[in-house]
Every structure is written in C-alpha cells, then in structure tokens.
C-alpha cells in the first residue's frame, strides 16, 4: 500500500510549526522556467529549478538552483560523488517527493521520510534571498527567506551539500 504523501495544506501547516514564515501566491500551472516570466516579475528573490536525478548505481538526487543556473549533468556525478546521472522517472518522484514532473521542489522532501534523495543546493541559489519554491504543486510559488530554507531542512534533517555550478566545485556550507 502507498504512504500517504503530504499535500500543500500539510506542507504549510509544517513550515508554520517550525515558524518557518512563508507567503505564496496561486497562479496558472508553470511546467518549465521559462513558463513564468509574468509570476516571476510579482515575486522578488531566486526563482529555482528542480531537478530530479537517479544515477547509474540508483542513488537519488534533487538538484534546487537558479533558473538561470547553467547544469552540466556529464560533468556533475565526479563534483557531487554520484554515478552517472539521468533524470529520475515520473513514478519514481512520486513516490519519494510526492510529486509530478512540473512540480519538483526541494519543499518535496518533506515527502521522503526514508532520505533516500540526496539534496544538492545551487551555491547561487544559497546566496539568494528570499527563495522561490513551488509547495509541492505547479500552481502556486511559494517563498521563504534564505533562513527559513535552512530552517525547513534542519527541520527534516537535511544538510544540502552545496555546489557553485560555475566552477564544478562543492563549496563548504
């Protein structure tokens, strides 16, 4: 039997518990960053993208960065100590995140209660403030401070290991 994944209600009611303040604004479903450019202009801070990766060895990845961010996947698995990298399949993100394609947030891992997704924080992303994240669905944008996004992976238990994707180097936190 599935596990109950949380919704956007229990994501909130989260962040609320741990005083992680947050505000959000609902808007037309966005499946890519380029999608967004008329939300992205009525919220100030990094806007993200989320990637969901397996590699070769089936260890899974979310990558969170800047939309702008420049990700070069054939170079990424020796920085980050992974095996080769491909995108994580659709029923696979579901059932650790809890979400879809189009909705992948690091907001997701309040979803994966076993950690079996490592999270790799863009080091331009970490300097942001505040922080655009999807609440585990693609018809809202939700943001937090750059504190409260650290609050939220204390929280889960999270330490992201953080990576400057201009110069292929993990950086320290």
Not at 18 to 34: G, K, N, Q, Y
Not at 75 to 96: D, K, W
């Amino acid at each position: 039997m599935a596990k109950s994944m949380k919704t956007r209600a229990d994501l909130f009611a989260f962040l609320d518990a741990h005083e992680i303040a947050h505000s959000t604004l609902d808007h037309p479903a966005v499946f890519r960053v380029e999608d967004g450019p008329g939300i992205k202009d009525a919220l100030p801070g990094g806007h993200t993208k989320n990637l969901f990766l397996k590699d070769a060895k089936g260890q899974l990845w979310l990558i969170s960065a800047l939309g702008e961010t420049a990700i070069d996947l054939k170079r990424l698995h020796p920085v980050i100590g992974s095996a080769r990298l491909s995108f994580g399949s659709p029923e696979l993100m579901l059932e650790t995140l809890g979400v879809m394609p189009g909705s992948v947030t690091a907001f997701g891992l309040i979803n994966d209660a076993e950690r079996r997704v490592r999270f790799v924080l863009d080091a331009a992303l970490a300097a942001a403030d505040p922080v655009n994240f999807h609440p585990l669905t693609n018809t809202a944008t939700t943001a937090v401070s750059q504190a409260d996004l650290r609050r939220f992976l204390a929280a889960l238990g999270i330490e992201p290991m953080i990576v400057d994707f201009a110069t292929m180097c993990v950086v320290d936190p």
